[in-house]
């Protein structure tokens, strides 16, 4: 999966090179990715370093005053394991996404990230968004989305793409135990 990832940010990273939006730029510093190691709701993040802090402003939201950055040098992005199971075109929207987050002025969903999605989208032919739609993304890669509150764990297979529920599971569950139909590895999400 790791490698996959790897693969498809790769291509991400050409097509933006494609449309003049250029990521050796020493502007937007180093963008590396992974999958992070535990399952989260969220499609992806994007953990930031070494801010430039000639870009520094402070955010008021009510009574509270939040230092922020502009820009950083260095960008962690992190895919959540569940969403390899989707689409490509779904997963390569997730990279995209965390990919804008990266540039200058986008570490949040404001006006200058909805202008590279936006133009990302209408060049590209991408459908990035604020935020994703799980239930369709599921049903369009065609695994089962059900999201009952009893449940807290979702288990995937990684190869066929089995699902199912559990209220509890031991820590070494994907360590333990393979898939009864294919033998394939398991992936957990915490729903
Ligand atoms: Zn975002
Ligand atoms: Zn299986």
């Known amino acids: 999966m790791e490698e996959t990832l790897q693969e498809l940010f790769k291509e991400c990273k050409g097509e933006l090179q494609s449309i003049g939006i250029d990521l050796e730029d020493k502007k937007i510093g180093k963008i ?10 969220r ?25 922020r950055y502009d820009r950083y040098l260095n960008h962690h992005i ?3 394991p569940w969403v ?6 779904i997963i390569k929207n997730t990279i995209m996404h965390e990919m804008i987050h990266c540039l200058p002025y986008c570490n949040n969903h404001g006006v200058e ?4 999605a936006h ?9 990035i968004s604020r935020v994703g739609n799980k239930e369709e993304d599921f049903k369009k890669s065609n695994i089962s989305f059900k999201q ?11 190869k066929c793409k089995q699902t199912f529920y559990r209220k509890r599971i031991s820590k070494e569950f994907t360590r333990k135990y393979r898939c ?8 957990i999400e915490y729903l």
């Open 43 to 67: 499609y992806g993040c994007c953990k930031q370093e070494n801010p430039v802090y000639t870009t520094k402003r402070i955010e008021i939201r009510g009574h509270k005053k939040t230092i």
């Open 78 to 80: 992190e895919i959540s």
């Open 119 to 127: 133009e990302i989208n209408k060049k590209l032919g991408y459908t």
């Open 84 to 89: 390899m199971l989707l689409e490509k075109n």
């Open 180 to 187: 009864g139909t294919c033998g394939g590895k398991f992936i």
């Open 32 to 41: 590396d990715i992974h999958l992070s190691k535990r399952n989260n709701k």
């Open 148 to 158: 009952k509150e009893t449940y807290h764990y979702k288990i995937l297979c990684e």
């Open 113 to 116: 990230f909805k202008r590279y």
